[in-house]
């Protein structure tokens, strides 16, 4: 536990901030030798409650295009099955994905990434959405024509929702300064590679298909080994 104290704060005891270090990298870990920068306006960890501007290790990182900067890929996941007939104008989600949606745009577009039925195809689509309710989760779309699984990935559409790294091992970046405002950082370690904790990735998906695409996605840019293949 790190206690921090606020800037120009009296003397006497503060308030507690729990800031935990996560090990995801078990082994022969290896970073990229110059580190990059983090849009810190793009990036929060909506499952980190009372923290999302507290980005935790195992967070999956993307690039955007426009910027090269980098943000987490994924806000997060189907809460309920999409599908063309029954689910028709709306995706559900939890409600703190919902609040970081509504935080980026109250409307606009997301990418969606997953197969139709459990183990199928994974496929990545852009839906068009113009309300997200960030009580319920439910987010009022344009219906598209594919079915998505529970799990299926809810991500941004700037190129960085295709993961090419993760935070590794240590303490959460924090992307907000003094004052709460969001601010680019540095991050100094960008992993390239090393035996990973798969428990330890943040939205690590249960569907085997979509598993094979978080590990190509990363494979394609580092060597990497996860131990859930080795696991019974």
């Given at each position: 536990?790190?206690?921090?104290?606020?800037?120009?704060?009296?003397?006497?005891?503060?308030?507690?901030?729990?800031?935990?270090?996560?090990?995801?990298?078990?082994?022969?870990?290896?970073?990229?030798?110059?580190?990059?920068?983090?849009?810190?306006?793009?990036?929060?960890?909506?499952?980190?409650?009372?923290?999302?501007?507290?980005?935790?290790?195992?967070?999956?990182?993307?690039?955007?295009?426009?910027?090269?900067?980098?943000?987490?890929?994924?806000?997060g996941v189907l809460s309920v099955a999409y599908t063309t007939g029954g689910s028709g104008t709306s995706m559900t989600v939890s409600a703190a994905t919902?609040?970081?949606?509504?935080?980026?745009?109250?409307?606009?577009?997301?990418?969606?990434?997953?197969?139709?039925?459990?183990?199928?195809?994974?496929?990545?689509?852009?839906?068009?959405?113009?309300?997200?309710?960030?009580?319920?989760?439910?987010?009022?779309?344009?219906?598209?024509?594919?079915?998505?699984?529970?799990?299926?990935?809810?991500?941004?559409v700037d190129g960085s929702q295709t993961p090419v790294s993760m935070i590794g091992n240590g303490q959460p970046i924090k992307v907000t300064d003094a004052?709460?405002?969001?601010?680019?950082?540095?991050?100094?370690?960008?992993?390239?590679?090393?035996?990973?904790?798969?428990?330890?990735?943040?939205?690590?998906?249960?569907?085997?298909?979509?598993?094979?695409?978080?590990?190509?996605?990363?494979?394609?840019?580092?060597?990497?080994?996860?131990?859930?293949?080795?696991?019974?």
């Amino acid at each position: 536990m790190a206690i921090q104290n606020n800037p120009g704060q009296m003397p006497g005891p503060g308030t507690a901030r729990v800031s935990d270090t996560r090990v995801v990298v078990k082994s022969d870990a290896s970073y990229l030798p110059e580190g990059l920068i983090i849009d810190g306006s793009g990036s929060r960890d909506p499952l980190n409650t009372s923290y999302v501007d507290y980005l935790r290790p195992g967070l999956l990182m993307g690039r955007i295009t426009a910027t090269g900067l980098f943000r987490p890929s994924i806000y997060g996941v189907l809460s309920v099955a999409y599908t063309t007939g029954g689910s028709g104008t709306s995706m559900t989600v939890s409600a703190a994905t919902a609040v970081e949606l509504n935080r980026n745009a109250s409307s606009g577009t997301f990418t969606i990434t997953g197969p139709p039925t459990a183990a199928g195809t994974v496929v990545s689509t852009t839906i068009t959405y113009s309300a997200v309710n960030t009580s319920s989760g439910v987010i009022t779309i344009s219906a598209t024509a594919a079915n998505y699984i529970a799990g299926s990935f809810i991500g941004p559409v700037d190129g960085s929702q295709t993961p090419v790294s993760m935070i590794g091992n240590g303490q959460p970046i924090k992307v907000t300064d003094a004052l709460s405002a969001s601010i680019d950082v540095e991050w100094e370690k960008p992993l390239q590679g090393g035996t990973l904790d798969s428990s330890q990735i943040i939205n690590y998906p249960s569907d085997t298909s979509l598993i094979t695409w978080v590990e190509d996605q990363l494979q394609e840019r580092g060597l990497y080994v996860f131990d859930a293949k080795y696991k019974v």
